[in-house]
């Protein structure tokens, strides 16, 4: 079955997706999308709830310029656990989200920069976030795990390990 994000409720024939995630089972799909929010759908396509954030979770990079410099394009803004039970976003604003399954808010953070890649272990108890100008490992409580301040877009993308016991940035 095919998942996809509707829109009809902007009076649209679909809407921009940024980012997209979809768990292991392909039970439910995260999707980031021009509206600043997440919407969660199932894998018949039917919606289950939208959370709204400060701003979109975006894979693309808009210069400061206002326009496209083409970096950003391997950024991964949105993640869900391999179970479904988590899911972690960063926006372009830089502020981190991890939500429950229901689409409630766990906990909330901010990094320095644009926000451009927040990853999470399989079982969603790790959070690696990579920013323009820092990477961040946090648990599953919001705890900071390890920080790095970075030099400019140094790093687009984070990955840490299924068991949430190793990260890259």
């Not at 083409?70 to 830089?94: C, F, N, Y």
Request: proline share 2%; hydrophobic share 35%.
């Amino acid at each position: 079955p095919r998942i996809y994000a509707d829109g009809a409720y902007k009076g649209v024939d679909g809407i921009d997706l940024w980012s997209a995630a979809i768990s292991d089972n392909a039970e439910v799909a995260v999707l980031g999308t021009h509206e600043n929010c997440i919407e969660c759908v199932g894998k018949d396509g039917s919606p289950r709830w939208r959370f709204y954030m400060d701003g979109r979770a975006v894979c693309d990079y808009w210069g400061k310029q206002g326009h496209w410099d083409g970096i950003g394009l391997h950024a991964r803004p949105l993640s869900i656990s391999s179970d479904g039970s988590r899911i972690a976003a960063v926006t372009e604003k830089g502020t981190v989200y991890l939500l429950n399954q229901d689409g409630h808010l766990i906990w909330k953070a901010n990094v320095k920069g644009w926000g451009y890649s927040a990853t999470l272990s399989r079982k969603g108890d790790r959070v690696a976030v990579a920013s323009e100008q820092e990477w961040v490992l946090y648990d599953g409580d919001g705890k900071v795990l390890y920080r790095r301040e970075t030099e400019g877009a140094s790093g687009l993308d984070a990955a840490v390990s299924g068991s949430g016991g190793h990260f890259a940035f």
